[in-house]
Every structure is written in structure tokens, then in C-alpha cells.
């Protein structure tokens, strides 16, 4: 049974910082981790180039990995993480698709705050992971009272459903309670075998 979205207050930096910590020492500790001196550097120049600053949990949360390779080992159910790197890849590729889809066509008006619904890529959605079928997990940087949820990005739909979490510290609050509970997160029971996490359906 899914929990409902909401973390009570605690959404902030440092619960991403103690919930990441505690994820990875419960076993997710396959997800490649940058190197300090990089990390700050990698920020400052994604930033620069997206045009605006991540939200503070979002670049704490690039502080502690570098995204992992398949979703075995990753923190978000159902998806891979991914590193800087690869959210300016995609961030790129659907922002020259999303600005190609507004010129060619009429769309629906997009919700001008955070968690609402948007019909084609926007350049303040920051992927953050993916599952493989060319659809994204993304933060929200929209205004509003949900800025910084986490939403699905469908490659065909757009973002349409709500938001799957308030925030990164409401993801890692319920992945740490999935660890120590076997409850599973949005349908997926956490499973680690040898030493390797991974996603099985509920």
C-alpha cells in the first residue's frame, strides 16, 4: 500500500543528507559517488547552464552520488539515478523536444505552479532519474506551494499525473522505512541480494 505523499515538516537538506546515508548503508552503496573536488564544480556549471539555482536538497543530493548505471542499487523505485551528467543530457534533449512540440502545435496551457499538470517538457523539470522506456523522473522547479516535488515525466503524455512525492526527503523517508519495514514504495518491495539492491513488484 502506497504512503500517502507528505513528510510532516522534515523535507529539508539535512533530512536528504540522513536519509541518503541511511539508505546507503542499508545496502544501496553501488551508486558511483564523485569525487569532492568535482562536485561542487559539476553544480556550478549545470546551474549555469540550465539558468537557475537547484533547489538546496537537490544539489545535497548530487553532493552524495553520481547516479547509478542500471535501477539495481538505485534509491528511486522503478527508476535509475542519475548523475549531473546525465540530467543535462536528458534536461537537454527534452528541452529542444518540448520547445519543438510548442512551436508545431496547440497545447493545452500548462499549470504555471509546481505539481500541476504540463504537457510537454519545460526547462525548469530537472530529471533525476529514468526508467529505461525513455520516461523520467523529474523535480519540479516550478513556483508554487510544491516546488521541488517529484513527478513522472511520460514521453508521450507529458507530466500529467500528481506528483509521486513532496519532495527528495519524503522519497528517502519512505525508501528508508521500506528498508527497515519490507513495506513496499509506490507497488516495489526493496530486495538486496547479494549486496545488491533492487525493485521487485509488490
Not at 497545447?107 to 504537457?119: F, H, N, T, V
Not at 526527503?169 to 507497488?187: K, N, Y
Amino acid at each position: 500500500m502506497d504512503r500517502a505523499v507528505g513528510c510532516g515538516g522534515e523535507c529539508s537538506a539535512t533530512t536528504v543528507d540522513r536519509g541518503h546515508r541511511l539508505a546507503l548503508r542499508q545496502r544501496a552503496g553501488h551508486a558511483r559517488r564523485p569525487a569532492a573536488a568535482r562536485r561542487a564544480a559539476r553544480l556550478r556549471e549545470a546551474e549555469e547552464e540550465i539558468g537557475f539555482s537547484m533547489p538546496a536538497e537537490l544539489a545535497e543530493w548530487w553532493q552524495l552520488h553520481d547516479g547509478t548505471d542500471t535501477e539495481a542499487s538505485s534509491l528511486l523505485p522503478g527508476y535509475y539515478m542519475h548523475g549531473v551528467s546525465e540530467m543535462l543530457n536528458d534536461w537537454r534533449i527534452w528541452r529542444d523536444v518540448g520547445l519543438e512540440v510548442y512551436l508545431d502545435q496547440v497545447q493545452p496551457e500548462d499549470s504555471p505552479e509546481a505539481g500541476g499538470p504540463a504537457y510537454a517538457f519545460r526547462p525548469d523539470f530537472l530529471p533525476i532519474g529514468g526508467d529505461g522506456a525513455g520516461n523520467n523522473i523529474f523535480v519540479d522547479c516550478r513556483p508554487g506551494a510544491r516546488h521541488a516535488c517529484l513527478m513522472d515525466y511520460d514521453h508521450e503524455a507529458g507530466a500529467l499525473q500528481p506528483p509521486l512525492y513532496a519532495s527528495l526527503a519524503d522519497l528517502l523517508t519512505q525508501v528508508s522505512h521500506a528498508f527497515r519495514t519490507g513495506e513496499p514504495v509506490r507497488h516495489r518491495t526493496p530486495v538486496v541480494s547479494e549486496g545488491r539492491l533492487s525493485w521487485d513488484f509488490a
